[in-house]
């Protein structure tokens, strides 16, 4: 059986762009494109490791093109998927009538309800299959796969949560999951990683969402394959000078296949402003599918101002400027040289969280992040329900945060 694995498609993102309105087509034509791929390659299923969607609450306009998306795919012929709980109960067999896309969800489209959330809905609808904590077996004449999922889980309950599952279960096991993974790239010292060494043994691969940089690389004897985002969302380095992926798996044969037809982002250092124009250029000489994002860094020190606008000017229509000024000048200054230019989203959370940190300076505490990040994803019931249960760090009562009534261990187990 030929797979394609795909992941962190985000469909919905940009919705809110106002700089450059043209990349909020970005996410649905990545996941358009990839799925071309799917067809052209004839793939018997696809596998899908998470943020789908940009949010827990697509608008109709996004749900409309997921539906769009998904109806599309060619008719399955001769497969039949059996989903099982962790403990191997049988939940339902069915006859596909489209190539199936089994998924897991990611922290952006995370819902704490378990029973009714975008991805058990699209699974009634019968448009995908939601493998978190479950055992979905695809058959197809005499062979047969096993795709075990894990979608997102807050850090808190992460390790307990993996250490329920267990070893393979069938001779093709793939495992799928939504996790940042220790050892798989230079880590962020927020984020919580999960040792290679917890996740459950004798799967083929691990194939993993979340970081939108490519990764294969073996780890405490287990093969990672993260194929990224299908789409520019952040302007990290991991999302720099690459192109966008899918992987085909047949077998235990993997092979990294290009997405046409979709947007890239380049990385200009320079320390004027004519340089970076100048290297600019030398981009956009080569030819561009789209125009691409150009984040140009200007470091060293600060000789002139940078008029943005002016910037983005003179490559209207050829490419998407977004200028990070890190030329020595004070912090606060460099914010406020900037605000005006810049929109919050662009400027990602790592700039809040700088900023917070240097004004509260020991009074930051992890818990006010996470409050945030629940904030920030428009997650308001959440976060609400997070300050109701005493859920924090402080909290000096460890009963209440083990067993919250209705909570996220409810969702997490069983
Ligand atoms: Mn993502």
């Known amino acids: 059986m030929k797979l394609l694995f795909l992941s962190d498609t985000h469909l919905g993102f940009g919705r809110r762009h106002r700089d450059y309105p043209e990349r909020r087509e970005d996410a649905y034509r990545g996941f358009k494109n990839a799925l071309k791929i799917a067809v052209d390659e004839s793939v018997d299923l696809i596998l899908h490791a998470g943020d789908f969607f940009d949010s827990v609450r697509p608008s109709f306009e996004t749900l409309s093109e997921a539906v769009e998306l998904l109806t599309s795919l060619p008719p399955a012929e001769g497969i039949e998927v059996t989903v099982r709980d962790l403990g191997g109960k049988e939940l339902f067999t069915y006859a596909p009538a489209r190539i199936p896309l089994i998924a897991v969800h990611g922290n952006h489209d995370w819902n704490q309800n378990r029973e009714n959330n975008i991805y058990t809905l699209l699974e009634r609808a019968g448009l995908l299959v939601y493998a978190h904590r479950r055992i979905v077996e695809i058959r197809k004449g005499d062979e047969s796969i096993c795709v075990v999922g894990m979608g997102w889980i807050p850090d808190k309950y992460v390790e307990r949560v993996i250490s329920s599952y267990s070893v393979a279960p069938c001779d093709r096991s793939y495992f799928l999951f939504h996790q940042p993974v220790k050892g798989l790239y230079p880590s962020n010292p927020r984020e919580k990683l999960l040792p290679p060494s917890l996740f459950p043994p004798g799967y083929g691969l691990y194939l993993g969402g979340h970081l939108h940089w490519i990764v294969d690389k073996e780890v405490a004897g287990k093969r990672f394959l993260i194929p990224g985002s299908t789409v520019i969302t952040s302007l990290k380095e991991g999302e720099m000078d690459r192109p966008r992926i899918v992987y085909l798996i047949d077998g235990s044969a993997v092979r990294p296949v290009e997405i046409p037809g979709v947007r890239r982002a380049f990385l200009v250092e320079a320390s004027s402003l004519e340089e970076a124009i100048k290297k600019i250029e030398e981009l956009l000489a080569k030819p561009h599918e789209l125009p691409p994002i150009v984040k140009v860094v200007l470091e060293g020190e600060r000789r002139e101002e940078v008029d943005v606008e002016q910037l983005r000017e003179l490559f209207k229509g050829k490419a998407l400027i977004y200028v990070f000024d890190r030329r020595r ?11 005006h230019e810049v929109s ?31 904030l920030m994803e428009g997650k308001d019931d959440e976060a609400l329900n997070f300050l109701l249960r005493g859920d924090l760090e402080l909290s000096p009562s460890k009963e209440k945060v083990e067993k919250p009534k209705g909570g996220i261990l409810d969702w997490v187990e069983g």
Do not use: P, Q, T, Y
């Open 329 to 339: 000048d004070s912090f606060f200054e460099r914010i406020r040289s900037v605000k």
């Open 344 to 374: 919050a989203e662009a400027f990602g959370r790592d700039l809040v969280f700088s900023i917070l940190r240097e004004k509260m300076g020991e009074d930051w505490e992890d818990w006010m992040e996470k409050l945030l990040n629940l």
